[in-house]
């Protein structure tokens, strides 16, 4: 139940007051910035206290951040790795405010933009996501309560491929459909992945040819706000994953784009029910997709 927009925009000021929440324009901060190797999933109060991981006052936690804490967050295993933020549902809503956020790409990234509106949205269900039709449904969804909730002030969208397997050339043609928005927005993430590896699994050069594409993709969009996503862990984790990713990351270093580590965060979430099919993960996982996100594009200082 969305409430109503300006009802809402005085309950965000309340619920914000004695914080500076803010949009950093890209290309953003990079706390879950490159590949971060490995990490561990923590959930409880207690463990996630002991462990130092995140910022947050336990006592002022709201809806999304209870979840989260019960539920499971990721923490990179890496040497004095930085505490971040749980974002509440309206510190998130304060830092997009009048901003344009798009996401696009396959599948997996659907996942994680629903990830993203269930913060937006108040809204920390664990409906499994059990094929694309559910998807597509919740995806609907969302962009309705979209409307409900911004109006014209913020837009957040999801900008689908018109073709069935997403590689380089189906990516080329959904940008030119929507060059004018993707050249207004504030931030652009996408991936290509898990699609062009099956396209091109017998491929000697994939590997090769991949980076290839990248780099040109990098060239041709060097104007738009551009933050790359790693692909998933995948069913089995394969070395051409890995080196897939590796490669994606330095290639987008090389041309100063952001780029979040989405591959260990999912492979790190062994729990039983962190995903129903190998591949596309619980929406608790797809949450904490978000977090990482939102780390990198927002700051909030008390």
């Given at each position: ?41 923590l ?16 006592n ?5 951040q ?47 933009f ?39 002030k ?9 073709c ?24 652009f ?11 091109h ?26 933050t ?7 069913h ?67």
């Amino acid at each position: 139940n969305i409430i109503d927009n300006t009802f809402y925009s005085i309950k965000r000021k309340l619920s914000n007051k004695n914080k500076t929440i803010k949009f950093i324009p890209w290309p953003h901060q990079q706390i879950f910035q490159g590949f971060l190797k490995n990490g561990t999933w923590l959930a409880g109060q207690s463990t996630i206290t002991s462990n130092k991981v995140i910022d947050n006052d336990f006592n002022k936690m709201d809806n999304i951040q209870t979840h989260a804490i019960k539920e499971g967050i990721f923490r990179p295993s890496i040497k004095n790795f930085p505490k971040y933020h749980i974002f509440s549902s309206d510190e998130a809503n304060s830092c997009v405010y009048g901003r344009t956020i798009l996401f696009s790409g396959d599948s997996y990234m659907v996942q994680m933009f629903i990830g993203f509106a269930d913060i937006l949205l108040d809204q920390p269900v664990n409906d499994e996501i059990i094929s694309g039709k559910m998807r597509n449904d919740i995806f609907k969804e969302v962009l309705e309560s979209f409307k409900k909730l911004f109006g014209s002030k913020t837009k957040i969208d999801f900008l689908y491929y018109h073709c069935h397997l997403e590689d380089f050339v189906c990516a080329h043609e959904a940008m030119a459909a929507d060059l004018a928005m993707l050249n207004e927005a504030d931030v652009f993430i996408t991936n290509i992945a898990i699609h062009y590896k099956a396209l091109h699994i017998n491929d000697p050069n994939m590997i090769e040819n991949y980076s290839k594409e990248l780099q040109d993709y990098f060239v041709k969009y060097k104007d738009m706000k551009i933050t790359w996503a790693s692909g998933p862990s995948y069913h089995k984790p394969t070395a051409s994953s890995t080196i897939l990713n590796l490669n994606s990351m330095d290639i987008a270093a090389k041309n100063g784009i952001p780029f979040i580590d989405v591959y260990t965060l999912t492979d790190s979430c062994n729990w039983s029910n962190c995903s129903s099919d190998g591949g596309h993960r619980a929406r608790f996982v797809n949450r904490m997709k978000a977090q990482m996100f939102l780390n990198n594009i927002c700051s909030i200082d008390y």
